[in-house]
């Protein structure tokens, strides 16, 4: 694994070196998720188109059990309520 020392701006800003960069193919304005862990901070490249689809996937299938098993939107309140009380 690849690794160099890098230094946290007055800003909170962290510069990925070249080297780095190059070898895992970052680009410019690509997101990352920020994870604390006991060793400092993890930052994982997240693909937003990628995570719109498996949201709106997520969001298709929660739609179709709730139609099978006829929730309605009405019932999501008092289902949140009995959830939290478990």
């Keep these: 694994m690849e690794s160099e020392l ?3 701006s007055g800003k909170g800003q962290l510069v ?6 190059e070898s895992l193919k970052l680009e410019p304005g690509e997101r990352f998720v920020a994870f604390a ?12 188109p990628e995570l719109k689809k498996e949201y709106s996937d997520l969001a298709k299938e929660i739609g179709a059990k709730f139609k099978k098993n006829k929730v309605k939107k009405s019932d999501v309140p008092g289902a949140i309520k009995w959830a939290r009380k478990q």
């Design 6 to 8: 890098v230094k946290m």
């Design 16 to 21: 990925v070196p070249q080297g780095i960069r």
């Design 37 to 48: 862990v006991p060793e400092g901070v993890l930052f994982k490249k997240v693909d937003i």
